[in-house]
């Protein structure tokens, strides 16, 4: 369940777009898991993993959509690619849009235009831009960096000739001539009805554009037609709303919402905006971060796949001086051990183990950024994963708090207090040595 990037530093948040659906099982971007999953339509039950973990080099997927081909196409963050998965069985296919063509810096919404062509908003280039349909190949930066203030380009929809855009720095939705590009106006002004974060955008049945408010953790309206702000429509909490990002209007006629904090699906009335339920429940199927949603006709599952979480043999190091992920890592397998028998702990503990091991790699890719002179990019790929493993602890002394048994509740405490400790000096590790003056 990824972090609040809140960006200028660190708003690494993300952003859905209105794309048409096509009625089927659900798919959901686990982001912190590298994978995509698949759920029951009718029922939001675990079916399977639809693209596993990592095919591709699958790192950090967003936003997602299905082809005019039948085939999935996602955002990959962290490669700055586009790859693309069979339609029916999820296996990679090929990398659409190969790293950073054109320019693309942080892949986030992915969406195919009236005229067939694919559009990708660029996270860090702070542009829309477009590839041919049929090959993958860079056509033009369609919204130019910048243009009209875009500043963080987020969620993405077509709606009546034109491309609406949300600018997640400015607090705005910008919109522009869905043929040309060029800039029309700031169809939803700066903070306004609140909003703090714009990500996901979706244009509601009634003709309404609903907006993820992300820093206010709401989903606010607006009048489909000026932009004028109509109010809240899903408040802060509702249902356990935790960080919306993307919004998808589903075969039921509800709005699904991912909720990236709180690792589900949650579906609310979209007239009323009354929550109805948590459709994926919280963690279900090993949900982590779940971002993009795509709603896709498949064949029925005949299989299902689990996956486990190797855990370091033998004992562990002395405690060093300076904390370590890998250490910490150890003494987090020791602790498993300990709460394996807990239902309510069996999830948790190995998800925050494996947290901690791609916080590892992404010490090493920021470290890497840093030489590169990516500085910006560098910092962000390891605060958010310091956040995570932060979240994971926070996790871990609530269970603590729950009248576990003393045996299971001493170390869940302890373990709490490392990651807290930890992830402060870990901290450090974020300047980057040209940053020093």
Known sequence: ????????????????????????????????????????????????????????????????????????????FMTDQVLRFDGTTGAFVDAFVAAGSGGLNGPQTV??????????????????????GTTGAFIDAFVASGSGGLLVAAGMAFSGGRLYVSSTQTNQVLRYDGTTGAFVDAFVAAASGGLDGPTGLLFATGGSLLVASVRSNQILQYNGTTGASIGV???????????????????????YVSSTFGDAVLRYDQTTGVFV????????????????????????ASTTTTTTTTLP????????????????????????????????????????????????????????????????????????????????????????????????RRPLEAAAETIRRDARTLRGMLACPQDAS
């Open 313 to 408: 043999a033998g004992g562990c190091a002395a405690e060093p001086v300076a904390p370590t992920f890998r250490s910490l890592n150890c003494r987090l397998g020791a602790l498993i051990d300990r709460t394996s028998g807990e239902p309510a702990l069996g999830a948790l503990t190995p998800r925050l183990v494996g947290a901690l091991s791609k916080a590892r790699d992404r010490k090493e890719a920021a470290e890497s950024s840093c030489a590169q002179g990516q500085t910006r990019k560098g910092r962000t790929r390891l605060k958010q994963s310091i956040r995570q493993v932060t979240k994971y602890g926070q996790r871990l002394r609530s269970h603590a708090a729950r009248g576990v048994p003393d045996q299971v």
């Open 277 to 300: 339920d948590a459709f994926v429940a919280a963690g279900n199927g090993g949900l982590d971060g779940p971002l993009g949603m795509v709603f896709a006709d498949l064949p029925p």
């Open 1 to 76: 369940m990824t972090p609040m990037r809140a960006l200028k530093i660190v708003l690494e948040v993300v952003f859905v777009c209105g794309t048409a659906p096509a009625w089927g099982d659900l798919l959901v971007a686990s982001s912190e898991t590298d994978a995509v999953l698949r759920y029951d339509e009718t029922t939001g039950a675990f079916v399977a993993p639809f693209v596993t973990a990592g095919s591709g080099g699958l790192d950090q997927p967003r936003g997602m959509t299905i082809g005019p081909d039948g085939k999935l196409y996602v955002a990959s």
């Open 111 to 132: 969406v195919f235009g009236p005229d067939g062509n694919l559009y990708v908003s660029s996270f860090f280039g702070n542009s829309v831009l477009r590839y041919n």
């Open 233 to 255: 429509f899903v408040d802060d909490g509702s249902g356990g709303l935790a960080l919306p990002n993307y919004l998808v209007s589903g075969p039921d006629g509800a709005l």
